[in-house]
């Protein structure tokens, strides 16, 4: 695709996305939950569905919301609310530290720069780019596996891996896209731009696509 046109997408699918369903972290950004329940979801999120992790959010939050409710819950009783999301044993020992931690080092508030968030455990550049972008509205740009997946089949990045395109983007994605970035191409990966056949075939921005490493549609 022409460098030029990511404005031109960034506009289609932003007219789109009202039709397809929200990302469970950016609906918590948008009902203004907070940096800690977004940050805590995006923990549960990893290798799990969305529709797993909005459940199991849902539960944790009912019993805890903020670091101080969370310590006071054992950590067999998170694994078991968050169940079944992957790793949940591993999970609900994370929430357990990264809580005593934001309480220990932070004074029980979420750090709101990348650099502090990647300090806390389990928290990679993807979660704290998105703590960053939707928890406190700064600059960010999560990239997962739909970001990466998409920037490069567009032919706006042409990369290897999620951090190099994380590092790509900020190079040339306008600012003013960064925090909706991640939401507009997460929707789209997951209704129209599948990893396996997407569904080019009512593509709202097919035209600008390079179709990259595409071999088979629908």
């Known amino acids: 695709m022409n460098d030029r046109d990511i404005s ?15 990302p469970i972290v950016t609906d918590l950004a948008e009902k203004k ?32 919301s903020t670091p101080d409710a969370m310590i006071r819950i054992p950590e067999k009783e998170i694994a078991r609310v968050i169940y079944p999301v992957g790793f949940y044993k591993t999970k609900a020992k994370t929430i357990l530290q990264v809580s005593r931690d934001i309480i220990d080092r932070f004074a029980g508030r979420v750090p709101d720069s990348i650099d502090a968030l990647l300090t806390l455990k389990g928290v990679g550049r993807k979660t704290a780019n998105l703590v960053v972008a939707l928890g406190y509205g700064k600059d960010g740009i999560c990239v997962d596996t739909h970001v990466h997946r998409i920037s490069n089949r567009l032919g706006y990045v042409k990369t290897k891996n999620p951090q190099a395109t994380e590092f790509a983007l900020r190079d040339k994605l306008p600012k003013k896209y960064w925090q909706v970035y991640n939401t507009l191409m997460v929707a789209f990966g997951r209704n129209i731009c599948r990893p396996l ?18 071999t088979r549609s629908r």
């Open 8 to 22: 031109r997408v960034v506009q289609i699918l932003s007219n789109h996305l009202k039709a397809w369903e929200l």
């Open 197 to 214: 056949s997407p569904l080019c075939s009512v593509c709202p921005v097919f035209s600008f696509c390079d179709r990259a490493g595409v």
């Open 33 to 64: 939950r907070g940096p800690y329940m977004i940050l805590v979801s995006t923990l549960l999120s990893l290798r799990t569905k969305d529709e797993v992790t909005a459940e199991a959010s849902a539960r944790l939050f009912a019993l805890a």
